[in-house]
């Protein structure tokens, strides 16, 4: 069983993911002059994007919304229960899937996305955590495979 130490960190690490999220989303929704053109044709925007998985699968709804918040609570117990190699990558994915599902919740069933690039469809910094969080476990799965 993993120590009480090991679980609040992750926690942490998961609520800064969120709370960095919402900041971000905080930052762009109060933004004046968008889009605001970054580097190598990537934009800051404003997108409420219905679907799921870059835009795809709008018509969910409210099915999207539950299966989020199952999700949600399957990663907190599996942060809780699973060995330390594997916990920062679920507190990311953690945090990732709060915020998107924080944001379903508050736009009607919508995400906020806000970096979008010409090779990219939008995303947010939520879809980036979770990424790095898959990231994260797919390593310590190989690092424990090749051991």
Known sequence: M????????????????????QLAKWLVRGAD????????????????????SFGRLR???GLLVA???VLVVCLTV???????RY???????????AGNLVDRLRF???VLDFFDTPWWPAFNLADAFIVAGVGVVLLAVLRGARA
């Open 2 to 21: 993993p120590s009480p130490e090991s679980r609040v960190a992750a926690g942490l690490i998961a609520l800064a993911a969120l709370a960095a999220d």
């Open 33 to 52: 002059a968008l889009p605001y053109d970054l580097v190598g044709g990537a934009q800051i925007v404003l997108v409420y994007n219905t679907g799921v």
């Open 59 to 61: 018509d969910l709804g």
């Open 67 to 69: 299966g989020v918040a």
């Open 78 to 84: 599996a942060m809780l229960l699973a060995p330390g």
């Open 87 to 97: 916990r920062v990558g679920l507190a990311l994915i953690l945090g990732g899937a």
């Open 108 to 110: 009607d069933g919508a």
